[in-house]
């Protein structure tokens, strides 16, 4: 297993992040123990979960506690979606993230969490009171590292500069989607994120199923995300997508492996790419992600994939979508609970 330093720190992290979202619940624990117990004893050290992903923060840590493997792992959780029906039930504020941390480190059945990141957008708060209450967090033990998820660029920069006017730390990681199908991220996020030591630990990195090659233009299937979605109704599920799968998928099958992995593997040899957050729910999705961590891709191999969606572009809009278009509505004041997309935050008064 290769290791990579996490942006400017001197942490050092597996290339492939085991992702919790899915199927990490008390019915499926047995499997759960599992997997984390073969991850780790497969060299994966970079586990991520959050408050908000059902009872995934319990079960990864009582696997950890069972295992006794709770101080071999980067355990990365996060804080700031919707955790109950109250006012300050969510964002970033100092009262939330206090709170939100204890109630973490019970749940995680641990003293301290290793990376603790803000999972969305709080256009509310101010970023010092943020930065003020993480810096709190580390002072007292609690907190080592802190990042960030689905955040602008303009906004990490801000989190950045503010940290090194107060001499707080700074922001070490940002998790935004990036995948074979959607690379916006190559325009900005990467080289701010290589000029200023942040990071990147990108999650739907299949996106989210379109690049296990299941989905066909014209062919329903009965399991999925979008088994029963129609066709271009959004801007993810697209036919632009699904004939770009079409002419990835030749390319894996002549290296003999399957189009999850030459897609998970095209992804850790991007410039800026510190590890891919791999959603394996099950053993087997575990192992494909594992072996695609010894494959490289030839240079011949990623001109291809640039041909099919060339750098910058995307197909299937997971970044606009949950980035920068909840962002401009955030700060134009024009915001709502935008459903569908991966960030979003109310405003006052609404």
């Not at 919790?20 to 759960?32: A, I, K, R």
């Not at 066909?216 to 029963?228: C, E, H, L, T, V």
């Not at 575990?286 to 640039?306: F, H, M, Q, Y």
Request: glycine share 8%; net charge positive.
């Amino acid at each position: 297993m290769e290791y990579r330093q996490l942006g400017k720190s001197g942490l050092r992290v597996s290339k492939l992040c085991l992702g919790t979202m899915v199927g990490f619940t008390e019915t499926n624990y047995s499997e759960v123990k599992k997997i984390i117990d073969y991850a780790i004893d497969s060299g994966i050290n970079f586990i991520d979960t959050a408050d908000c992903y059902g009872p995934s923060e319990e079960t990864v840590g009582k696997a950890l506690f069972e295992v006794g493997k709770r101080n071999k792992v980067v355990l990365a959780t996060k804080f700031g979606w919707y955790m109950g029906q109250g006012p300050n039930d969510y964002g970033a504020s100092l009262k939330h993230i206090i709170e939100n941390c204890e109630a973490s480190l019970k749940r995680l059945k641990t003293d301290y969490i290793d990376l603790y990141i803000i999972h969305v957008v709080d256009p509310n708060t101010p970023m010092e009171e943020t930065l003020y209450a993480l810096n709190k967090l580390i002072k007292d033990g609690k907190v080592r590292y802190i990042g960030t998820s689905k955040h602008p660029t303009y906004l990490i920069l801000e989190g950045i500069f503010t940290s090194k006017k107060y001499g707080w730390p700074q922001f070490i990681s940002e998790q935004p989607p990036y995948n074979i199908l959607d690379r916006s991220i190559e325009n900005e996020l990467i080289p701010m994120a290589i000029k200023y030591g942040v990071g990147i630990t990108p999650f739907f990195p299949l996106a989210s199923g379109l690049l296990s090659g299941k989905y066909k233009i014209g062919q329903k299937i009965d399991q999925g995300r979008y088994a029963k979605a129609n066709i271009d109704e959004g801007n993810i599920f697209t036919t632009k997508a699904l004939t770009a799968v079409e002419k990835l998928l030749p390319l894996a099958q002549t290296k003999g492996i399957t189009l999850a992995e030459f897609s998970l593997a095209w992804l850790m040899q991007k410039p800026g790419i510190t590890s891919a957050i791999h959603g394996a729910r099950t053993l087997d999705y575990l192992k494909s992600g594992l072996k695609a961590c010894d494959i490289n891709l030839t240079e011949e191999e990623l001109k291809k994939v640039d041909e099919i969606v060339p750098p910058g572009t995307y197909v299937s809009s997971y970044y606009e979508d949950s980035i920068l278009r909840p962002s401009r509505m955030f700060f134009s004041g024009e915001a709502r609970k935008i459903k569908g997309t991966g960030a979003y935050i109310p405003l006052n008064n609404t």
